[in-house]
């Protein structure tokens, strides 16, 4: 119902490193924090000291156990958040024209002051990327910081989004993903970044890097000769040491 | 519809301001910009957090904790005015008086005990960052019992490490993230030191490096790591051994390094009727005796030019002294140590533990490198250059919270010192004012004289049994028995015994307990249950057994409730703070480095921080250093005393910006401005140290002379590594029955055994508890914060349940599926929980998470909020003493080295029970002090 434009000149999005990311939660809440003082309603939360406590979040973390076929199972933390995709049924699908995909650099945004909560959006978003924002009912998602990646009033290194400034172990990239030369192209190139469900069409510009095969240590006939006795017992080794020694 | 793009204002005003200060969202100090905006009424709100990018801890990330402190600092669970008790304790009944009654109650309390009997004080604090400050007060009163936390966290660590190396992981160390090709984590509690961390990691990763997880969960850190080892807890001492036992037999080790900086060529005393049997060999002037290579002759390890010979013997009258490295090579050859004999305990096939052992030497030797700085050590040799050896290790809670943990710390240490990774290029590194040795540390004071202060500093590093805090009858001086023959090097006390020891009367009855930011009736307790009990109970007069107690929180917390009077502490954001050299400061490996805490708001509550309370309280109690010439208060509030206090002439709390205008470094006169100089330069202060002078610092000239100018010492103090640490032999020739300090009896045998002056692993005492064969352990988020992070709107949205984590195998043995609930039994108590199946998990062990489950009433929750429906704690299932022995003894449940509390030897049996209504045991709710939290939120200044 809503049309997506012909093409962006950029396509702005993050790259999310699933090798790295050790679950902190540090991008959620600074997502969080940023968002409930900048772009639009605040992200609120409701019973937010009671039983049942539900808020506004624009990025979450999801931790998945995964049990190899050999080996010991593994935890991959996963955050999530929209992956800006090219074809973003989540515009199509919005009968006022309140969501949008901006021309200049791919961000697909919400605009409140149209959005009339109806939440087709959030059904049609095949990534559960989008939240109705209970206190104001409005659709709520993440913008990219499209009022920190241009804004004038922050110092140069800053004009990234928040997730990314704060991520402590560097899992996450920002840049634009349709310059094959830009740094997170590269890293997409060099790591072998994946699409989310390419099978839904959506094309997102997001990547993710997926994890390094883990547990993979040669076991000990590979290593042997760094490990191989010098002399049989206590005595021999004083006997190698006095030798080696004089070497040294 | 066609596309159509509203236009925006790409560039909105962010905030009014930026106040940089260092965060307190757990301990990891990191620096961060408060951004501040107008409200409509034109007052400066705080609005946003986030990391300083200038900061030398965290470089401009920010964790979860850090970036919700806007939830901390409005947290409906903050205090608002002194609370005087009006019920009975632990009912949460209090009314709200002035400041003026609040301290003149305290001064009314404290002041006889002074003037009579300052022991019946224990003054013990929690996690804050100004023990040099809160030890200076204690000191001042002049009871022994003061302490902080580090006994039942980790002073295991700490303590090992600066006997064994002079200096320890996390403030006083870190790995060479520039450098490290491998990086080996073992336990550590992913909240400490957490960004710090998770930016090495990153930087490691980034280039390819090797990871190494070793816990037993494989959570955090532990995900992300390239090969995990799910170890069976508290077995990593043998794991470590093992690996020390690979190497050596397969001469990997740095031989060099060994003879040049450390004990292993030092000749232990061989002369089995001498009592010096054991010990090491010194000259008159109490240095070491080293055999020189080149000489062959006896000579003190320091001479200009010697050459430590690692493997020449000394025989004198019949008597042969072999150096330590001999007496290593006969316990770690040993096949005890081989790793098929150690797999089957640890969990863990030996030839994987053959192949880390060879990964890591490979590493160590065969990637070594060198970095073209000449340096001069000091017996005076030059280096032209730096050898590097990359690999790095860090531990922490999870190795050191065992009855074994102080070997297994220093076993660690061991392995990292024989392959020569430590103060190395690519290795571990210490920060300033580390390196510093156990010796150059003060030794534990109790001299008590009443009117008077202590005779000296509190805690210490004790030598040998001499310098035990006995009382001359030989009784524990310490209410918490802390440097006793129990645990004679327990380094930061055992605050996890105070309440036990002080409701026993064991060694004495106490009058007042003055705790600050310790939820000691809750989560940093063993035994809740108990210890709520204790708090509470009654004698025969009806009056209660722990007489008073005084607690200053910002929060509602748990033992607020157990509290006679409570005084009320500010936020992080309302205060002032020094993290200072003195203490536990802020320094990276290049650099000295310390911060403040300003407050970028002012209270709007009637609260004070606690540190300025206790500059009033001090002068009211008339306490030297809290008065001035004449007889005021001396220190208007903690901000005075962190500007004006100097600890020796021209050292004070911070080192920047000292002398007239601010010039000096490390020493000068206190500077009036110097606060507004912190504020200045983003809230913090660091003085790099030279290239030269950044590795090999024990024994670097260029180090000594600088860390000398900085006042970190008055002296260049070289020292050896201590692979051999002396003291701990110097207690069991006192259990084999020389000298005249003498343990009891029944001591003996377990000092003659634990002691031992090279690293063993034994296994703890609950191993064997029959039936009782499923380790059970927290883990700690890294979003949260012990009990804290509950209260915080945003961060409990992640973290707001706790199940026990249980491992497939022990899911099918008790026939249990998610979402059912297990009866968890250990040999002190029970608990009934809900229960959630985990495969990255060692198969013998069940884990929760730490310090969710809440009290009803406490932290401003709601009563029905999962926390204090679900959630649970393990501490009811760990009691602070052993099992009874049938001796009629209280055997603490600590390491018999240290103190520490051996949290993780806990051991249980599950059962799948029928679905209660809340976890068990049920603990009636408390009265909350403060008004009822808001239902929503939505948090915008405007």
Redesign the interface.
């Given at each position: 119902?809503?049309?997506?434009?012909k093409s962006t000149q950029k396509k702005l999005g993050l790259v999310i490193d699933l090798?790295?990311?050790?679950?902190?939660?540090?991008c959620?809440?600074?997502c969080?924090?940023?968002n409930?003082?900048?772009y639009g309603?605040?992200?609120?939360?409701?019973?937010?000291?009671?039983?049942?406590?539900?808020?506004t979040?624009l990025n979450r973390v999801h931790?998945y156990?995964i049990?190899p076929a050999e080996g010991?199972?593994?935890?991959?933390?996963f955050p999530k958040s929209c992956l800006h995709c090219e074809d973003a049924p989540c515009v199509t699908v919005?009968p006022?024209?309140a969501s949008?995909?901006?021309?200049e650099d791919g961000i697909v945004?919400v605009?409140e002051?149209?959005c009339i909560g109806c939440g087709l959006c959030a059904w049609a978003c095949p990534y559960g990327a989008r939240e109705m924002d209970?206190?104001?009912g409005v659709m709520k998602k993440c913008t990219l910081c499209?009022?920190r990646i241009?804004?004038?009033?922050?110092p140069e290194?800053?004009r990234i989004p928040?997730c990314v400034?704060?991520?402590?172990?560097?899992?996450r990239h920002f840049g634009d993903l349709g310059d094959p030369d830009s740094a997170v192209s590269q890293l997409v190139k060099e790591r072998g970044g994946v699409d989310l469900m390419p099978e839904q069409g959506t094309k997102p510009v997001n990547k993710y890097l997926p994890?390094?095969p883990?547990?993979?240590?040669?076991?000990?006939d590979v290593?042997?000769p760094?490990?191989?006795?010098?002399d049989q017992?206590?005595k021999g080794?004083?006997g190698?040491?006095?030798r080696?020694?004089d070497k040294? | 519809m066609t596309h159509k793009q509203p236009v925006l204002d790409l560039s909105p005003p962010v905030s009014d301001e930026i106040r940089k200060t260092t965060c307190y969202m757990c301990a990891c100090r990191c620096g961060i910009n408060v951004h501040m905006k107008a409200n409509a009424d034109g007052d400066m709100k705080v609005a946003y957090i986030e990391g300083n990018r200038d900061h030398p801890v965290n470089k401009g990330v920010l964790c979860a904790k850090g970036s919700a402190g806007i939830m901390q600092h409005n947290a409906p669970a903050r205090l608002r005015k002194p609370l005087k008790r009006v019920g009975e304790r632990g009912s949460g009944a209090f009314e709200e008086i002035e400041w003026d009654e609040a301290l003149q109650i305290a001064t009314d309390w404290l002041a006889p005990l002074r003037a009579t009997a300052p022991e019946k004080l224990a003054f013990f604090t929690g996690r804050d960052q100004s023990q040099s400050f809160t030890s200076f007060w204690a000191q001042n009163f002049g009871t022994p019992n003061y302490a902080a936390h580090g006994g039942f966290c980790s002073v295991n660590m700490a303590a090992a490490g600066i006997y064994t190396m002079g200096g320890a992981f996390w403030e006083f160390g870190q790995p060479d993230w520039d450098h490290t090709k491998l990086f080996m984590l073992f336990g550590v509690a992913e909240d400490h030191d957490s960004n710090p961390i998770k930016m090495g990691i990153g930087k490691i990763k980034a280039r390819g490096a090797r990871v190494i997880g070793v816990n037993p969960i494989r959570t955090g850190y532990n995900a992300v790591a390239d090969d995990w080892v799910g170890i069976t807890p508290g077995t990593d001492g043998l794991f470590i051994l093992s690996m020390v036992h690979c190497l050596m037999k397969a001469g990997r080790m740095d031989l060099d390094y060994l003879a040049r900086f450390t004990d292993a060529p030092v000749l232990v005393n061989g002369d089995a009727t001498s009592p010096e049997f054991g010990l090491l060999l010194r000259d008159e002037a109490g240095k070491q005796l080293v055999i020189c290579r080149k000489t062959g002759k006896l000579t003190a390890f320091d001479a200009p030019g010697v050459r430590p010979d690692l493997s020449a013997t000394h025989t004198v009258n019949d008597v042969t002294h072999r150096p330590v490295f001999h007496h290593m090579a006969e316990k770690y050859l040993s096949e005890d140590y081989a790793p098929e004999a150690v797999a089957d305990r640890c969990g863990i096939p030996a030839a994987r533990i053959r192949a880390i052992a060879a990964e890591i030497a490979r590493v160590a030797f065969d990637e070594a490198f060198e970095l073209d700085h000449e340096w001069t050590d000091f017996r005076g040799d030059t280096h032209k250059t730096m050898t590097g050896r990359p690999v790095s290790f860090h531990a922490m809670r999870g190795i050191s919270a065992h009855a074994n943990g102080f070997q297994t710390c220093r076993a660690l240490h061991t392995l990292q010192i024989i392959l020569g990774t430590v103060e190395v290029p690519g290795g571990f590194r210490f920060k300033p004012p580390y390196p510093k040795p156990a010796t150059a540390h003060p030794k534990p004071h109790c001299g008590v004289t009443p009117g008077k202060p202590l005779d000296g500093p509190h805690l210490g590093f004790v030598q040998g049994p001499a310098d035990l805090a006995l009382k001359p009858d030989g009784t524990p001086a310490r209410i918490d028995k802390a440097f006793t023959w129990e645990n004679p090097m327990s380094a930061h006390g055992l605050m996890h015994m105070v309440i036990s020891n002080a409701h026993a009367g064991d060694p004495y009855k106490i009058d007042t307990l003055f705790m600050y930011m310790a939820n000691m009736s809750w989560n940093s307790s063993m035994n809740t249950g108990g210890v709520m009990q204790m708090l509470t109970d009654k004698d025969a007069n009806g009056d209660y057994v722990i007489p008073r107690i005084i607690y200053s929180d910002a929060y509602s917390s748990e033992m607020v409730a157990f509290a006679d009077l409570i005084l009320p502490d500010t936020t992080y954001l309302e205060r002032h703070d020094c993290i200072s050299l003195l203490d536990r400061p802020i320094c990276e490996a290049d650099a000295a480095a310390d911060a403040i805490r300003w407050p970028v708001v002012e209270p709007d509550r009637d609260v004070r921080g606690f540190q300025s309370v206790l500059c009033d309280l001090g002068a009211r109690l008339d306490l030297p250093g809290f008065v001035n010439d004449a007889g005021g208060q001396k220190y208007t509030d903690y901000a005075d005393y962190i500007v004006n206090h100097e600890r020796r002439p021209g050292i004070g709390p911070l080192a920047g910006f000292r002398g007239a205008g601010g010039t000096n470094t490390g020493r000068g006169a206190p500077n009036p401005d110097q606060l507004d100089r912190y504020i200045k330069n983003g809230g913090f202060f660091a003085h790099h140290i030279p290239e030269g002078a950044q590795y090999y610092k024990p024994w670097n000239n260029a180090y000594q002379d600088w860390a000398v100018q900085t006042g970190l010492f008055d002296a260049p103090q070289p020292y050896l590594f201590s692979l051999y640490v002396e003291p701990m032999r110097r207690f069991q020739l006192a259990a084999e029955g020389h000298g005249e300090h003498q343990p009891p009896d029944h001591l003996r045998d377990k000092i003659k055994h634990t002691m031992s002056p090279l690293p063993i692993w034994y296994e703890t005492d609950q191993q064997g508890n029959e039936g009782f064969k499923v380790t059970a352990l927290t883990q700690r988020p890294m979003a949260m914060y012990h009990s804290w992070g509950g209260q915080n709107a945003w961060l409990r949205q992640l973290h707001g349940h706790n199940p026990l984590y249980v491992p497939p195998k022990l899911m099918r043995e008790n026939g249990l599926k998610d979402g059912d609930w297990a009866r968890v039994t250990s040999p002190h108590g029970e608990i009934t929980v809900p229960v959630l199946e985990m495969a990255a998990l060692n198969e013998n062990t069940v884990w929760t998470w730490n310090a969710i489950g809440k009290r009803k009433g406490a932290w401003a929750l709601d009563e029905q909020a999962p926390e204090a429906t679900k959630g649970f704690l393990l501490n009811h299932l760990i009691h602070e003493l052993l099992p009874p022995k049938g001796d009629g003894l209280r055997w603490s449940n600590s390491d018999p080295i240290t103190g520490q509390a051996a949290w993780f030897d806990l051991k249980v049996t599950l059962s799948k029970a029928a679905p209660p209504t809340e976890s068990k045991p049920v603990i009636p709710k408390q009265k909350s002090p403060v008004p009822k939290a808001p239902k929503s939120l939505a948090w915008k200044i405007q």
């Open positions: 119902m809503t049309e997506l434009p090798d790295t990311c050790v679950g902190c939660h540090a959620v809440i600074s969080k924090g940023w409930t003082e900048n309603a605040p992200l609120s939360d409701q019973d937010a000291y009671g039983a049942d406590p539900s808020g979040f931790s156990e049990q010991a199972a593994q935890l991959i933390h919005c006022t024209g949008y995909k901006r021309t945004l605009n002051s149209d209970q206190a104001a499209v009022d241009y804004n004038d009033n922050l290194e800053d928040v400034r704060t991520c402590p172990s560097g899992a994890p390094r883990k547990d993979r240590m040669p076991e000990i290593l042997a760094f490990l191989a006795p010098v017992g206590a080794f004083l190698w040491l006095d080696t020694l040294l | -």
